[in-house]
């Protein structure tokens, strides 16, 4: 794990300076954000996935890449489906058509992912460099080094999301679209609208409800899940749904800003605004749909869960400063530490991140756009 917490530690840096140097803008009152470094971070954490050639089903990927037929053949046969997304086939195609190498094209969803990510979290966080120490913690980050169909749509629907907030619905409207050509699934972004709601009205507790309800009744429920998914283009079968369930560890952690919000409620959303609201009940719908998961199977309902993912990153350091005072203090230790052991678990317990991570130097990479 030395690579990756070197990577954790420059990119916590980064946010650092970053956080300074927006003060320093902002000096005489009127709020500027520091662009530079916040590029330098993007070009960073996105190169960095770019280069790797094996990880998860990295190689799957580059599979799929070379095996792709051109633009016009796919066209042609008509052979792209719905559930294999449609978006990503045909842009694959493209970047194959126009000469890309596979280690181009895990290059390029490496950027087209991991700098709206960068830049939704840079928006939306009031403590950045927090954010980005949750990023990686949590996994959202390290998440794009694998399915690239599902990460590029998050993408895409993150900044659906800033779209909704800002009550710009056509442009909502076109990037949720896009996510759903990238990877169907990314559909469960039209709950958007109806998650700016007040946290903690009758609402969340109607919502907390339904998930506690599918979770304990999940079993008697596949052949309706089986019966949509198979209308979206998918093949799944009972299987995928059933068998061993979320990591209770994982699940729990998810959960934590939802359970922490209940206590300090009133100080967090008495005054709170549009985007807290939502982004809040967007994390909660994380913790909510991992809770299910606990009853089905992990790759599914765990990935299913990571769409909302992004929103944890946000969140949490929201709901640290605005607590404040000595529980802020108390609170912010026992995230670092806590979300410090949930990283080394995941990364060298659960998998051993440095025996399935393996990427060409970055010097390798351009000598390849030179004949060299």
Same mark, same amino acid.
């Given at each position: 794990?030395?690579?990756?917490?070197?990577?954790?530690?420059?990119?916590?840096?980064?946010?650092?300076i970053?956080?300074?140097?927006?003060?320093?803008?902002?000096?005489?009152?009127?709020?500027?954000?520091?662009?530079?470094?916040t590029?330098i971070?993007? #070009? /960073?954490?996105?190169?960095? @996935?770019? +280069?790797?050639?094996? !990880?998860?089903?990295?190689?799957?990927? $580059?599979?799929i890449?070379?095996?792709?037929?051109?633009?016009?053949?796919?066209?042609?046969s008509?052979?792209?489906?719905?559930?294999?997304?449609?978006?990503?086939?045909?842009?694959?195609?493209?970047?194959?058509?126009?000469?890309?190498?596979?280690?181009?094209?895990i290059?390029?969803?490496?950027?087209?992912?991991?700098?709206?990510y960068?830049?939704?979290?840079?928006?939306?966080?009031?403590?950045?460099?927090?954010?980005?120490?949750?990023?990686?913690t949590?996994?959202?980050?390290?998440?794009?080094?694998?399915?690239?169909?599902?990460?590029v749509?998050?993408?895409?629907?993150?900044?659906?999301?800033?779209?909704?907030?800002?009550?710009?619905?056509?442009?909502? #409207? /076109?990037?949720?679209?896009? @996510?759903? +050509?990238?990877?169907? !699934?990314?559909?469960?972004?039209?709950i $958007?609208?109806?998650?700016?709601?007040r946290?903690?009205?009758?609402?969340?507790?109607i919502?907390?409800?339904?998930?506690?309800?599918?979770?304990?009744?999940?079993?008697?429920?596949?052949?309706?899940?089986?019966?949509v998914?198979?209308?979206?283009?998918?093949?799944?079968?009972?299987?995928?749904?059933?068998?061993?369930?979320?990591n209770?560890?994982?699940?729990?952690?998810?959960?934590?800003?939802?359970?922490?919000s209940?206590?300090?409620?009133?100080?967090?959303?008495?005054?709170?605004?549009?985007?807290?609201?939502?982004?809040?009940?967007?994390?909660?719908?994380?913790?909510?749909?991992?809770?299910?998961?606990?009853?089905?199977?992990?790759?599914?309902?765990?990935?299913?869960?990571?769409?909302?993912?992004?929103?944890?990153?946000?969140?949490?350091?929201?709901m640290?400063?605005?607590?404040?005072?000595?529980?802020?203090?108390?609170?912010?230790?026992?995230?670092?530490?806590?979300?410090?052991?949930?990283?080394?678990?995941?990364?060298?317990?659960q998998?051993?991140?440095?025996?399935?991570?393996?990427?060409?130097?970055?010097?390798?990479y351009?000598?390849?756009?030179?004949?060299?």
């Amino acid at each position: 794990m030395k690579k990756l917490f070197i990577l954790t530690a420059v990119g916590v840096l980064f946010a650092f300076i970053i956080n300074r140097r927006d003060r320093q803008l902002s000096a005489d009152g009127v709020e500027r954000q520091e662009k530079l470094f916040t590029v330098i971070l993007m #070009i /960073v954490l996105a190169t960095y @996935g770019g +280069l790797r050639t094996w !990880y998860n089903d990295t190689v799957t990927y $580059i599979g799929i890449f070379e095996q792709m037929p051109s633009f016009r053949e796919l066209w042609q046969s008509g052979s792209a489906t719905f559930a294999g997304g449609l978006g990503f086939t045909y842009l694959t195609a493209l970047l194959k058509d126009i000469g890309f190498s596979s280690q181009d094209y895990i290059m390029f969803y490496s950027y087209i992912t991991v700098v709206p990510y960068v830049w939704f979290v840079r928006k939306y966080s009031d403590s950045f460099p927090m954010a980005v120490y949750l990023m990686f913690t949590t996994g959202f980050y390290i998440f794009s080094f694998a399915a690239i169909k599902q990460c590029v749509a998050t993408a895409m629907c993150l900044i659906a999301t800033s779209a909704a907030i800002e009550k710009k619905w056509k442009k909502y #409207i /076109v990037f949720l679209v896009l @996510g759903i +050509l990238f990877h169907p !699934y990314s559909i469960v972004y039209l709950i $958007i609208p109806l998650l700016f709601f007040r946290p903690w009205s009758i609402k969340t507790f109607i919502y907390t409800a339904i998930f506690i309800l599918l979770g304990f009744s999940l079993h008697s429920l596949i052949g309706t899940i089986l019966d949509v998914t198979i209308l979206m283009g998918a093949n799944y079968d009972a299987a995928s749904f059933v068998g061993e369930g979320v990591n209770i560890f994982r699940v729990l952690v998810c959960l934590v800003p939802f359970g922490l919000s209940f206590f300090y409620k009133n100080t967090l959303f008495d005054d709170s605004d549009r985007s807290e609201n939502l982004i809040f009940n967007m994390a909660m719908v994380n913790g909510l749909i991992m809770f299910v998961g606990l009853f089905g199977t992990a790759n599914y309902f765990a990935r299913l869960a990571n769409y909302f993912l992004p929103a944890q990153c946000i969140t949490l350091p929201w709901m640290l400063k605005k607590i404040g005072g000595k529980d802020r203090q108390i609170l912010s230790v026992l995230c670092v530490i806590g979300y410090l052991g949930f990283f080394i678990y995941g990364n060298r317990i659960q998998h051993v991140f440095d025996s399935c991570f393996k990427q060409m130097s970055l010097w390798t990479y351009i000598q390849s756009h030179f004949g060299a």
